[in-house]
């Protein structure tokens, strides 16, 4: 609060300094008080929707986690397989590790995700495969 009040008072000097020793290059008008208050809606809206899309990215971690989190919990009930269960859950570790290292590092390196979200999904591919060769 003391930043705002210091470069208002700034603002405020120079104001009156430029006032003081007739600087003014532009006549105080109704078109000029119109353009200053168009600006400010404008820069208004321009934050105010910038500021929802912060909003929205603030959850986009604790989404992901709990996605990821409901997955943990599924692979338990998806096989009766312990090693295959055992195994799903190192690979959606491995998943979180590297979402959580790319979060950590405020770098996204995709490639890095897609190749630890590739192993869960060729362990579920190849269980599923064995499944319906097993009813056929």
Known sequence: MLKVFGFVAVLVVTKAAIHYFELDFVAISPLVTAFVGRVIFIIAIILAGTLSDYKESEK?????????????????????????????RDRIRKLLTTINSNFKSNVWKQRDVNLAMDKPKILYLSRTKERHHNLS
């Not at 986009?60 to 799903?88: F, G």
């Open 60 to 88: 986009i971690p604790s989404e992901l986690a709990a996605s990821i989190l409901i997955l943990y919990k599924d692979v338990r009930m998806a096989s009766t397989d312990n090693e295959k269960i055992s195994t799903m």
